[in-house]
């Protein structure tokens, strides 16, 4: 059995490399003695596509500047009432610090979240001022709904960024999908709006093909960072979000991009950049940067040498 051990560890260090495996040894609260036994008693297939998920899905470099952790950024609600539980709810995924235990075939008892999750978002009113356009607030993530009309995409996340640091964020879900029968269920909503939150937080996706299995964490949980046709494990973040978030946002910065000093029932200090790129007018989001599936999905608008917007849009497959 012994043998066996060395043998399973040499093939998974093959794969993913050894810090990876020691990585993902202590995440499971385990030696990598113990990990090798996980994997022989819980099915090799199985971890290698764990581990496979906990590539790096940061968003480039983009991220909040703050100047401690953990930090509140305030999301502006300008949805109508039937987007309100799916806001809600993706405030708290995105928030979350409580433990999610998960046993293992041995008894093994295993944490998937992380306490040391730097984000808090918190609603605040919105004050996009144009709902439609969903007019960008300097400091904040302003998130909207409307019928955008059948072009094609379920919603969009624009960040504005100075140099790495992002300085807002919006987005915009479209209804002329969502409400219809195909799309207008908890799980569409969820999924989408936690995806595109996301975004703005400096995440990019964890896959991006709709038709293969779910990217799973260690305890079983799909991600809203992943594309899907079945978005029923997906609607939350997973432990390999939390853990890019952490790693992400790992440094402090000497100055900071949220409106934290802002009144509780106010959204910003102003309106930013990102109200010249209008959601139904494509022309407006700049060069495209990034394609799935030979389709643009990723676009870039530059406003100054150190300044510029980007467009991620969540298309129809």
Same mark, same amino acid.
């Given at each position: 059995?012994?043998?066996?051990?060395?043998? @399973?560890?040499?093939? @998974?260090?093959?794969?993913?490399?050894?810090?990876?495996?020691?990585?993902?040894?202590?995440?499971?609260?385990?030696?990598?003695?113990?990990?090798?036994?996980?994997?022989?008693?819980?099915? &090799?297939?199985?971890?290698?596509?764990?581990?496979?998920?906990?590539?790096?899905?940061?968003?480039?470099?983009?991220?909040?500047?703050?100047?401690?952790?953990?930090?509140?950024?305030?999301?502006?609600? $300008?949805?109508?009432?039937?987007?309100?539980?799916?806001?809600?709810?993706?405030?708290?995924?995105?928030?979350?610090?409580?433990?999610?235990?998960?046993?293992?075939?041995?008894?093994?008892?295993?944490?998937?979240?992380?306490?040391?999750?730097?984000?808090?978002?918190?609603?605040?009113?919105?004050?996009?001022?144009?709902?439609?356009?969903?007019?960008?607030?300097?400091?904040?993530? %302003?998130?909207?709904?409307?019928?955008?009309?059948?072009?094609?995409?379920?919603?969009?996340?624009?960040?504005?960024?100075?140099?790495?640091? @992002?300085?807002?964020?919006?987005?915009?879900?479209?209804?002329?999908?969502?409400?219809?029968?195909?799309?207008?269920?908890?799980?569409?909503?969820?999924?989408?709006?936690? %995806?595109?939150?996301?975004?703005? &937080?400096?995440? $990019?996706?964890?896959?991006?093909?709709?038709?293969?299995?779910?990217?799973?964490?260690?305890?079983?949980?799909?991600?809203?960072?992943?594309?899907? $046709? $079945?978005?029923?494990?997906?609607?939350?973040?997973?432990?390999?979000?939390?853990?890019? &978030?952490?790693?992400?946002?790992?440094?402090?910065?000497?100055?900071?991009?949220?409106?934290?000093?802002?009144?509780?029932?106010?959204?910003?200090?102003?309106?930013?950049?990102?109200?010249?790129?209008?959601?139904?007018?494509?022309?407006?989001?700049?060069?495209? @940067?990034?394609?799935?599936?030979?389709?643009?999905?990723?676009?870039?608008?530059?406003?100054?040498?150190?300044?510029?917007?980007?467009?991620?849009?969540?298309? &129809?497959?």
């Amino acid at each position: 059995m012994e043998r066996q051990f060395n043998i @399973i560890c040499v093939l @998974i260090c093959s794969v993913i490399g050894f810090t990876s495996m020691k990585k993902i040894a202590k995440e499971w609260f385990l030696s990598p003695r113990s990990l090798a036994m996980q994997i022989a008693m819980n099915g &090799l297939a199985v971890f290698l596509f764990a581990a496979a998920a906990n590539a790096n899905h940061a968003w480039s470099t983009y991220h909040w500047a703050r100047t401690a952790n953990p930090f509140t950024i305030k999301v502006g609600d $300008n949805v109508t009432s039937g987007w309100d539980f799916s806001l809600t709810e993706t405030c708290a995924d995105w928030s979350d610090i409580s433990p999610f235990f998960f046993t293992l075939t041995d008894g093994t008892v295993i944490n998937c979240n992380r306490a040391d999750n730097p984000v808090r978002l918190t609603l605040v009113t919105g004050t996009s001022g144009n709902a439609r356009r969903c007019t960008a607030k300097s400091g904040t993530i %302003q998130v909207c709904n409307s019928t955008y009309g059948n072009n094609g995409w379920l919603g969009i996340a624009t960040i504005s960024v100075s140099g790495s640091h @992002i300085t807002a964020g919006t987005v915009k879900v479209n209804d002329t999908y969502f409400n219809t029968a195909s799309y207008n269920t908890p799980a569409w909503r969820r999924l989408v709006m936690e %995806q595109e939150v996301g975004h703005c &937080l400096g995440l $990019n996706h964890q896959d991006e093909n709709f038709s293969n299995a779910d990217v799973v964490d260690a305890c079983g949980r799909g991600s809203c960072m992943d594309y899907s $046709n $079945n978005p029923d494990n997906q609607g939350t973040p997973n432990g390999h979000d939390y853990d890019q &978030l952490v790693e992400i946002y790992s440094h402090l910065d000497a100055t900071t991009t949220i409106a934290s000093g802002l009144p509780s029932t106010q959204g910003n200090a102003g309106f930013d950049i990102s109200d010249s790129v209008d959601p139904e007018n494509p022309a407006t989001w700049g060069r495209p @940067i990034g394609s799935r599936n030979g389709r643009m999905n990723l676009f870039e608008r530059q406003f100054g040498p150190n300044l510029k917007v980007i467009t991620h849009v969540f298309w &129809l497959e």
